[in-house]
């Protein structure tokens, strides 16, 4: 029986052990929330907390110049429950890119605000013509049925080709930025947004309203069928890792029930706007790291200690942030008052920059198209004087293979007439070669005639005597004959 409790009771202790250590599912699991210091702690090596006058503690990541809120390193993901989606490639891109808002200080650059709400993305959206544009929705402006009235400044937006809204490479193709009047005041404002999360899979938090952004049919003119990926929890703050149908992204819910003021960052730097103007920072100020002495001319401990013992400093310290409460508040709504004065003239100088850069951008087309117009110029008397080069050469090139053909031809008549000429030579060769044959035989027949005649001339006589002692036998005997005959007749006749 001890046994069989013992194995009994070893085995519960295994199930359970095994259950603690099943990794959480990725749908809504319970217990999964965070406060603000979780923020200030997962941030913090990435980037510097500064403790602005008007919204607190900011943060400001350690990044380039170029860096834009929703355009650097990121693109955008259509999802089944939230419409579209920043996928960020930062690590930190889970935090500042779906909490809180981000706005522009003139000195310190882009400068994000922690929320409570999470959303796909905190953005305001506009479309027309072949133009798709966002621009970050800045702290303090409250997205509900008035909110189409709303426009963020013209150096906020980033706009983008229609056809390249699914793309995950849109940064390569944004339109530059100074640009954006142009298009800004060819596109309207898209007005469609969400209350709360359809799909049920966000842990926790409340509802609120976000823009969904362009609706799926109107883009699918562009870049054809669109496949909606399913948004997943991930267990664990970090980048969102993209699967082919999925994307998970770290999304707790953020308590509201804790008092903000207990939490602060470790490492805090007073905002300071002189000594950064001071130092020859530009616009954006992020090269620049203002780091403030740990306690400022108030005596004021920026710099927490990091220690275990760390909310006991906190609490110790609360009493001197209670007595700067309505200092800061006063100062904040003076600062508020302040930068909305910069933030107009700062759109009033944008504007007029863009206008001269219109009016020079005009200028250098006119130009252009001037400097166009004396190159076509040039370039037609430069095809003309090739041309014309070229037509000489050809009739050079023509005279001299002219030449060349007649003197061919004059040198084959030559040929064809020597040839000629040798074949009648030959044949008169040929003609005359048995005359001289025959002459040569004649002559040397004369010769042989006129050598063998002194033979002939000595051997005369003796052939003379022969013929004549030879004659008579033959006359002798003819002469019987004839002498008879002769005798007979000369007998006849004398008779």
């Given at each position: ?26 749908q809504?699991?319970?217990g ?23 919204y607190?503690?900011?943060w400001?990541?350690r ?13 955008w993901a259509y999802?089944?429950d ?44 506009r ?7 966002w621009?970050?929705?800045?702290p ?46 060819r596109?309207?404002?898209i007005?469609?947004?969400?209350y709360?999360?359809?799909g ?15 609706r ?6 562009y870049t ?10 991930s267990?664990?703050?970090?980048r ?34 002189n000594?950064?103007a ?7 100020g ?8 740990s ?10 200690n ?19 409460v ?12 302040d930068?909305?004065?910069?933030n107009?003239r ?13 009016r ?31 037509s ?29 000429q ?16 025959y ?19 000595r ?27 002769g005798?007979?007749?000369?007998r006849?006749?004398?008779?």
């Amino acid at each position: 029986m001890k046994r069989f409790i013992n194995s009994l009771g070893i085995g519960l202790m295994l199930a359970f052990a095994m259950l603690l250590s099943r990794p959480v599912d990725a749908q809504p699991g319970v217990g999964v929330s965070i406060n603000f210091q979780t923020f200030y702690d997962e941030l913090s090596p990435y980037g510097e907390w500064i403790d602005y006058p008007e919204y607190g503690y900011t943060w400001r990541p350690r990044v380039g110049t170029d860096f834009r809120p929703y355009a650097t390193n990121g693109s955008w993901a259509y999802t089944a429950d939230n419409d579209w989606m920043w996928n960020s490639g930062y690590d930190w891109g889970w935090a500042p890119f779906h909490y809180g808002r981000w706005f522009q200080d003139p000195y310190y650059g882009w400068l994000w605000v922690p929320g409570y709400e999470w959303s796909p993305a905190w953005v305001s959206w506009r479309g027309g013509g072949d133009y798709y544009g966002w621009a970050p929705i800045r702290p303090g402006i409250n997205i509900s049925i008035g909110f189409g009235g709303y426009n963020p400044p013209y150096d906020y937006w980033t706009f983008a080709p229609c056809r390249y809204m699914t793309s995950i490479h849109i940064g390569r193709y944004y339109y530059p930025y100074r640009n954006n009047v142009t298009i800004f005041n060819r596109t309207t404002i898209i007005n469609n947004y969400n209350y709360g999360s359809r799909g049920g899979n966000y842990r926790g938090g409340r509802n609120s309203y976000y823009t969904n952004g362009p609706r799926r049919g109107d883009v699918e003119r562009y870049t054809g069928r669109i496949n909606a990926v399913t948004v997943r929890n991930s267990d664990r703050p970090g980048r969102a890792t993209v699967s082919r149908n999925a994307v998970s992204v770290y999304r707790p819910a953020v308590s509201r029930n804790d008092n903000r003021s207990t939490y602060a960052p470790r490492d805090v730097q007073r905002y300071d706007r002189n000594s950064v103007a001071s130092r020859g920072t530009d616009r954006s100020g992020r090269n620049i790291d203002v780091r403030s002495n740990s306690r400022d001319n108030d005596s004021r401990d920026y710099r927490v200690n990091s220690s275990p013992r760390r909310e006991d400093a906190i609490r110790t310290d609360r009493s001197n942030e209670d007595r700067g409460v309505a200092n800061r508040q006063e100062s904040s709504r003076r600062f508020g008052n302040d930068a909305d004065r910069n933030n107009q003239r700062n759109e009033q100088t944008m504007q007029r920059n863009n206008e001269m850069r219109e009016r020079q951008q005009q200028m250098q087309r006119s130009q252009e198209n001037r400097s166009s117009t004396d190159r076509s110029a040039e370039m037609r008397q430069r095809n003309e004087a090739v041309q014309q080069q070229r037509s000489a050469e050809m009739r050079q090139r023509n005279e001299g293979m002219q030449q060349q053909r007649s003197e061919a031809m004059r040198q084959q008549r030559e040929a064809r007439v020597q040839q000629e000429q040798s074949r009648m030579e030959s044949q008169q060769r040929s003609v005359q070669q048995p005359q001289r044959q025959y002459e040569s035989r004649s002559r040397e027949m004369q010769v042989q005639r006129q050598e063998s005649a002194p033979r002939m001339e000595r051997q005369a006589p003796s052939r003379s005597f022969e013929s004549r002692s030879s004659a008579p036998s033959r006359s002798m005997g003819g002469g019987e004959g004839r002498g008879s005959r002769g005798g007979g007749e000369s007998r006849g006749r004398g008779r």
